[in-house]
C-alpha cells in the first residue's frame, strides 16, 4: 500500500495529442446538450489543448480550472515539491499533517485498512473518514447516475449551485464518520 513502481509525478502523458482531442471529444457529445456545458468548455479546452508532461501536471490543471469556477481558493501544493520524504501510506499521510500542522485528517475510505488510528491519535490528529453521500441533481433525461465526475453536476447545475452543494457536502460529511475506535 503506499509504494508505486514509478511515482505519480513521473507518469508521462501520451503526447501525440489523439488521447486529449478524444477525450475532449467525447466529453463534448455527451454534455453539449447540458445547460452550463458553455461555462466548462473553455476550462476543457485549455487544458485539453495544452501540452502536459506528466499526467500530474494534466490533472492539476484541470483541477485547478474546477477550483477557478468554484471559487475554492485554498492553497493546494505538490507533495514532490515540499522537499520532504514523507514515507508511505499511513506514515505518509501522518507526515503531512504535521507538516502543516493539521489538527484533522480527513480521508478516504481506502485509506481505513492501512491509516494507524494510534499514531494519529498520538499526534494529536483526528482521523476523520469522508462518507459522501451524493445529493441527486438533475442530469438531463432519465434516471439519476450519482458518483460521477464533478464536470457533470457542474454541465447541469452550474459554477454557483455546485460550489453550494460542495461546501455544504464537506462541512456535514467531514464529521459524519469520525473514527472513534
Known amino acids: 500500500c503506499g509504494t508505486r ?3 505519480m509525478k513521473d507518469i508521462p502523458f501520451p503526447d501525440d495529442g489523439h488521447w486529449q482531442n478524444k477525450h475532449l471529444n467525447l466529453l ?5 446538450k447540458a445547460p452550463f456545458f458553455d461555462v466548462l468548455a473553455p476550462v476543457l479546452d485549455t487544458v485539453y489543448q495544452t501540452r502536459h508532461h ?3 501536471d494534466f490533472n492539476v ?3 485547478q ?3 477557478n469556477l468554484l471559487g475554492i481558493a485554498t492553497p ?3 507533495e514532490s515539491e515540499l522537499g520532504d520524504d514523507f514515507g508511505d501510506g499511513s506514515a505518509r499521510n501522518l507526515q503531512i499533517c504535521r507538516h502543516f500542522g493539521a489538527g484533522v485528517y480527513l480521508s478516504g475510505q481506502g485509506a481505513r485498512s492501512y491509516n ?3 499514531s494519529f491519535r498520538e499526534a494529536g490528529i483526528e ?3 469522508q462518507e459522501f453521500q451524493h445529493e441527486p441533481y438533475e442530469q438531463g433525461p432519465g434516471e439519476f447516475f450519482p458518483n460521477l465526475s464533478i464536470l457533470d453536476m457542474l454541465c447541469y447545475l452550474g459554477p454557483e449551485a455546485t460550489a453550494e452543494i460542495v461546501k455544504r457536502r464537506c462541512w456535514t460529511s467531514k464529521y459524519d464518520s469520525r473514527d472513534e475506535s
Open 5 to 7: 513502481e514509478v511515482p
Open 76 to 78: 493546494v501544493y505538490r
Open 116 to 118: 494507524d488510528k494510534a
Open 28 to 32: 463534448s457529445a455527451g454534455y453539449r
Open 127 to 129: 482521523l476523520v473518514y
Open 54 to 56: 506528466t499526467m500530474v
Open 65 to 67: 480550472g474546477v477550483r
Open 61 to 63: 490543471m484541470l483541477i
